[in-house]
């Protein structure tokens, strides 16, 4: 075996997974309202060294230096100035993503914008979704308006609607609305293996979307199940999901694995900023070479099935491929 190891040459000759720039997404934090601490349109996010919150104009640029960088698209998540229980934010025409949608287009018309479907960072309560008196999600009430934010980021000029939110029937109610809208042609990338995990934390500093009670297991699914993962996404399949994702992605190439096999629709692992933080905060320690690590578990998460990767290491790697070319 260790022939066909001997050189560069040869390990290239023979190598199986292919990782380049084109299969990478990256997430921005598009803030209404910027903090004290920002200058030139950036927030840092102190638990997530090297990303900020960006203002309309910080998040063009941004935009425009992953299109250079030759990233396959950027996914936006809105970081509202005001909230309410309904999240009635998410929706707004005028709302925060839907104003960086129509900004980056406008500048940037090649750009692949990928946009977040979820009220948790809209509501006061931060659940994804509307509340019952006994402060328990309901349901059936929160995919209208999964379904008409879907539609105002599509009119807004999203490419990609990617709800994440775990209500049971969104992606139908979805994809109902969207082409009842004349959006037909918009594709649903479909978060159907989000897990209750505790690698989230970062994000939810970044997007203020912590739950102010209680927490998301009722919703999101248990770490421990594989099985139900996969349910979940043929569920998504026959409800007319384009795409699949699994989040968090280091933990969990099995399901991107399994689901793979299941599907045969492309799938996207969600490399979360937990994910990204430990790698950060190991590097800085000066623990873990961090261009040979990041490169190592994008790779591994391509090796399991991932056509698509979401990951805040997004430009950094890009730098890197482009530097071994």
Not at 72 to 84: I, Q
Not at 180 to 190: C, K, M, R, Y
Request: hydrophobic content about 45%.
């Amino acid at each position: 075996m260790r022939r066909l190891r001997s050189s560069a040459g040869l390990r290239g000759l023979v190598r199986e997974t292919e990782l380049r720039a084109g299969q990478l997404v990256l997430p921005m934090f598009v803030a209404e309202r910027l903090g004290p601490g920002a200058s030139d349109g950036r927030e840092p996010i102190a638990t997530m060294p090297g990303v900020a919150r960006l203002s309309l104009s910080a998040a063009v640029e941004e935009a425009r230096a992953a299109a250079e960088l030759g990233l396959a698209a950027v996914m936006l998540f809105g970081v509202p100035a005001e909230k309410d229980a309904h999240g009635s934010g998410a929706w707004d025409d005028e709302g925060v993503v839907q104003l960086a949608t129509r900004a980056i287009k406008q500048a940037l018309p090649g750009v692949l914008v990928m946009t977040d479907v979820c009220l948790c960072e809209y509501t006061t309560h931060g659940h994804c979704g509307v509340l019952r008196a006994d402060d328990s999600v309901d349901n059936d009430a929160t995919l209208e308006l999964l379904a008409r934010t879907a539609v105002s980021h599509a009119r807004a000029g999203a490419a990609v609607i990617a709800p994440s939110d775990m209500m049971d029937g969104r992606v139908g109610a979805i994809r109902e609305e969207l082409d009842g809208e004349g959006f037909t042609d918009v594709p649903i990338l479909a978060y159907s293996a989000k897990f209750a995990s505790a690698f989230y934390g970062p994000f939810r500093d970044a997007a203020g979307s912590t739950p102010a009670f209680g927490d998301r297991r009722g919703y999101q699914m248990d770490p421990a199940n594989g099985r139900e993962a996969v349910r979940e996404a043929l569920l998504d399949v026959s409800e007319g999901a384009d795409m699949l994702m699994v989040k968090p992605a280091l933990a969990y190439g099995d399901l991107i694995a399994a689901i793979k096999a299941a599907t045969q629709l492309p799938v996207a692992a969600y490399n979360v900023s937990g994910e990204y933080a430990m790698v950060k905060a190991a590097a800085a320690a000066g623990y873990l070479d961090e261009r040979a690590t990041v490169l190592e578990i994008l790779t591994s998460l391509r090796r399991a099935g991932a056509d698509t990767v979401i990951t805040y290491h997004a430009k950094e790697a890009a730098q890197w491929l482009a530097e071994q070319s």
